[in-house]
């Protein structure tokens, strides 16, 4: 269960205090989620989500996050608004940790994605990247290719522990992407993280994007790519065609690729499987005594990586070159 902090009822009532959103009714936490503790929260004002923001996410960062969201939403975007403290501010303290407030999105997260959902989603990413044209913060990556040997570095040559043959593998895709990773594609806020868990549906129609916790400056053919690893391979493994050239044709129809990105997509979908799959190996021989949280199979990202090595063109995608 994906609440790290506890929360006492007087530090939530003192915490509250600083918010018009009227008085708290009730208080949950949230199983969902890995990064951050959430809680469901209910006010006489309505719902809302309360997050305590934990190990991965810098306090620094915040403002960026915070402020994008409230972008987007009031560009027509649809997801969370941060609710403002009576001070102004966005972002609060409690139980020691960095808190804010967002307001509660109406959907649920699909299990098993359809070309149908790609659909959506690609229409969706478009938009969510022309929307974030004009915001004026920036962040850089803290999870791209520069990031990636460090990180590697950090699971102390313990890789082979999850399957032979890994260390190799990875160590040979550092090697080989720090190399000829793609530069000077069309770039501006990304997602990084839009993965079904993040993404609601109410009747199979898009009702909103969650967090954006990932959120950075970068390629947004990078976080198609995230899309495509994320979305569009069964359970079992197997690439699923039909799903991203959904995925891909809705995107062009609002945003139309350049021939840079469309060249480097087979790139950038090596790279997002990389990133997923550390960040996820780090977790997996990481995971504190007692967690409640169950790590994600890094193996998943593994053959995903090996899947978009023997691809030679966006071809392979289903996507019209
Ligand atoms: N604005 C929101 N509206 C409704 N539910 C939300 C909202 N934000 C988060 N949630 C719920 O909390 C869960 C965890 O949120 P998420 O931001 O993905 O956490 P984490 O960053 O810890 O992974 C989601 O799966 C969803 O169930
Ligand atoms: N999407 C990442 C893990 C991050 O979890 P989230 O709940 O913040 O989306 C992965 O699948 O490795």
Redesign the pocket.
Known sequence: M?VYTEVSDEALEAFLAEYEIGGLLSCKG?A?????S?FMLHTDGGSF?LTLYEKRVHAEDLPFFLGLMNHLAAKGLKC?VPIKRKDGEFLGALAGRPAAI????EGM?VHRPQAKHCRELGAAMARFHLAGQDFPLTRANSLSVDQWRPLYLSCEGRADEVQKGLARDIEAELDALEKIWPQNLPRGVIHADAFP??VFFIHDELSGL??F?FACTDAFAYDLAICLNAWCFEKDGAFNATKARALFQAYQQVRPLTDAELKALPLLARGSALRFLLTRLYDWLNQPPGALVKPKDPRDYWKRLRFHRDVKSAAAYGIDE
């Open positions: 994906a949230i969902e989620g890995v990064e951050n959430n989500i969370p967002i307001s509660f999105l997260s868990d993040n969650i967090d916790y």
